[in-house]
């Protein structure tokens, strides 16, 4: 018996595509959100590709644009007509492009772009799914990022947008509880060119300096993301609401004195 419908928005390439991959796994039915057609129409095979097992209508697949009120009102009215509910929501579609040049060249609509999927878009999903998640004593996690908290230059969009999702994390803790608990992940450097239609894909390997700047002496996977996101779905994580849980092998804790 499925652990119930959780909704994972992005998730036909990259980290959604091992959120998906891991849930499944681990007996829930999933909802594949994702705006790219072909990356959904590859998703079953090569979740099956990647060891893994997908029960009889265990995996439901949709073209939705976050960003767009319209098409996740009707995905969402879709999706519970099918399935009749939702227990969990992953936000994880995002334009993960986390520099966009110089600011005063940005454009207004590159801004735009990026605040519209990457925040707008959880609100957007959210909205929709709220009377779900509140019936079925449900679970929001957002997918944010180290670069909500720390810089590089010409990063302003992605960076603004991932800091508004972690401040969207505890104002919808608040407003959401104690019927849905609400969550952030925060990934570090996680590495996803494994993780996406062959066409697109390459394979992984790190040199020595990249693997030795972070703590635990590797570059992140899908897994280490698809793990977390587990634990904060389970009733183990009942106690944890409003939190950004970030995983990042350490990379966030490192002092750095130069010269
Ligand atoms: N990979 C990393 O190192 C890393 C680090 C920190 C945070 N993140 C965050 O994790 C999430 C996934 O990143 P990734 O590296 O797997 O990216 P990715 O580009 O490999 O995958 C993103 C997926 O989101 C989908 N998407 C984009 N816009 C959409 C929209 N409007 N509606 C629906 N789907 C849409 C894309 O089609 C794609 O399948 C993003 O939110 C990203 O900001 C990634």
Sequence with gaps: MSKGTVVVTGAARGIGFAVTAG???????????????????????????????????????AQVD????????AAVAELVEALGGISALVNNAGIANAKHGPVEDLSLEQWNRVIGTNLTGAFLMAKHCIPQLREARGSIINIASTRALQSEPDGEPYAASK?????????????????IRVNAISPGWIDVRDLRPEAEASSVEHTDL???QHAVGRVGSGDDIAGTVAFLLSQEAGFITGQNIIVDGGMTRKMIYMG
Excluded at 42 to 60: D, K, M
Excluded at 66 to 73: D, P
Excluded at 163 to 179: C, I, N, Q, R, V
């Design 210 to 212: 990249e693997k030795s």
């Design 163 to 179: 800091g508004g999702l972690l401040s969207f994390t505890h104002a919808l803790a608040m407003s959401l509880g104690p019927e």
């Design 23 to 61: 849930l499944l796994e681990r007996g829930y039915t999933v909802a594949a959100f994702d705006v790219h057609a072909d990356a959904l129409e590859s998703l079953e095979p090569r979740l099956l590709r990647h060891i893994v097992t997908v029960a009889e209508g265990a995996l439901y697949v």
């Design 66 to 73: 976050v960003s767009n009120e319209a098409s996740v009102k």
